[in-house]
Every structure is written in C-alpha cells, then in structure tokens.
T-cell receptor, first 117, second 113 residues
Framework: AQKITQTQPGMFVQEKEAVTLDCTYDTSDQSYGLFWYKQPSSGEMIFLIY??????QNATEGRYSLNFQKARKSANLVISASQLGDSAMYFCAMREGHSGGYQKVTFGTGTKLQVIP | DGGITQSPKYLFRKEGQNVTLSCEQN?????MYWYRQDPGQGLRLIYYSQIVNDFQKGDIAEGYSVSREKKESFPLTVTSAQKNPTAFYLCASSRRGGLDTQYFGPGTRLTVL
C-alpha cells in the first residue's frame, strides 16, 4: 500500500484564488510528522509547512495552511491568494518511526500546480 | 548565508564510468541524505548518514556509494554498477537524524550518454 497518496497529478487555479492540494497517508505509528515541499522548475525542494501527529491545531505558515484530519488520515495543503510564483510541483511527505533512531521520510508522487493569470 | 550546495548542476557521463556528486552544508546539521528523483515520481532514498563516519543504505542503494568523513560533506558516487543512473539527485540535511525537517540542496541532473 502507498504510504503517501496524492491523487491530483495536475491542477489549475486562478491567480488570487485559494487552492487545496490533497494528501492522504497510511501509517500505524502514533507519532509521525507530515510535511509539504514545493519544487519549482529549477528543481530545488523548498520546505513549506510541518504538522506533527500530536499537534491539535492546524499548522499555518503565511499563505500556507495544512488541513490536518487525523481520523481520515489526510493532510491537505491550502494555499490562499495564489500567485504566479506558486506554479510548481508540490510534494507531501511523512516521517514515521521510533524516536531516538532514524525516522524514514516517504514522499508522494506530487501535484503540479499551475496558476493562471 | 547558511545552506546546502550541490555541484555540478548538470553532469554528463559515459556508460561504464564512475562519477561523484558533491554535497556540502554549512548548517551544522548532523544528518545528511541522498535522494533520487525520476520523472513523475517522488523522491527515493539512496543513502543517509546520521553522524560523521557512519552511513546507512536507503531503499535503492545498489550501484551507489557514499562517505561521511566530515560533518559538512556527504559525496555520492554513482558507479558503473548502477544500471539506470540518469536522474535528478537531491541532497538534504537535518539538524538531527530523522527527527527534524530535512532541507534540500539545488540538485544535480545526471545524464548518461
């Protein structure tokens, strides 16, 4: 079974509108972390936002927020007020494992977001 | 400025040759990682190192080798044993092994001719 599933290979959004990128995950661990990264065409992976499994409030970082629904095992990224510079690939990732040792990070296959002027 | 550098940005190699990709960080991070990215796929872990002079195989280590002689440096050698080495290679580091957010370098695109 896939650990991280991103079901939207590509999405379009109008500039200045909000967009939600979907991510579902699969783990039996109680302690885990969820990440979103942005990869522009230049290739570098840029860290956007992090949510810990025990965090009760949804994480927010500027225009990015993570809609964390633990029971549904979903960690959707919401980008508000889209900008042309938001056009990129977006990857959801999960860290799981036992504390004190290496915790593996698994990445999804990504969603390509295109912002239309 | 603190960050992760990878060189070269583009690399061309003939079949049968070994090639080494450089990764340097000045973030004082303990852990470093190498990932491979193929078109339409996510990142797959090649090797990781939680501390100097120690490293572990990831999911796709066959045909690759690494060393970690200095905290700042984690070079990756793509050997001739790697059957399909053409890919985008990303290096990352984190403050502690696996417990913190991984930050990435700009990547190296390797093409085998």
């Amino acid at each position: 079974a896939q650990k991280i599933t991103q079901t939207q290979p590509g999405m379009f959004v109008q500039e200045k509108e909000a967009v939600t990128l979907d991510c579902t995950y699969d783990t039996s661990d109680q302690s885990y972390g969820l990440f979103w990264y942005k990869q522009p065409s230049s290739g570098e992976m840029i860290f956007l936002i992090y949510q810990g499994s025990y965090d009760e409030q949804n994480a927010t970082e500027g225009r990015y927020s993570l809609n964390f629904q633990k029971a549904r095992k979903s960690a959707n990224l919401v980008i508000s007020a889209s900008q042309l510079g938001d056009s990129a690939m977006y990857f959801c990732a999960m860290r799981e494992g036992h504390s004190g040792g290496y915790q593996k990070v698994t990445f999804g296959t990504g969603t390509k977001l295109q912002v239309i002027p | 400025d603190g960050g992760i550098t990878q060189s070269p940005k583009y690399l061309f190699r003939k079949e049968g040759q070994n090639v080494t990709l450089s990764c340097e960080q000045n973030l004082n991070h303990d852990a470093m990682y190498w990932y491979r990215q193929d078109p339409g796929q996510g990142l797959r872990l090649i090797y990781y190192s939680q501390i100097v002079n120690d490293f572990q195989k990831g999911d796709i280590a066959e045909g690759y080798s690494v060393s970690r002689e200095k905290k700042e440096s984690f070079p990756l050698t793509v050997t001739s044993a790697q059957k399909n080495p053409t890919a985008f290679y990303l290096c990352a580091s984190s403050r502690r092994g696996g417990l913190d957010t991984q930050y990435f370098g700009p990547g190296t695109r390797l093409t085998v001719l």
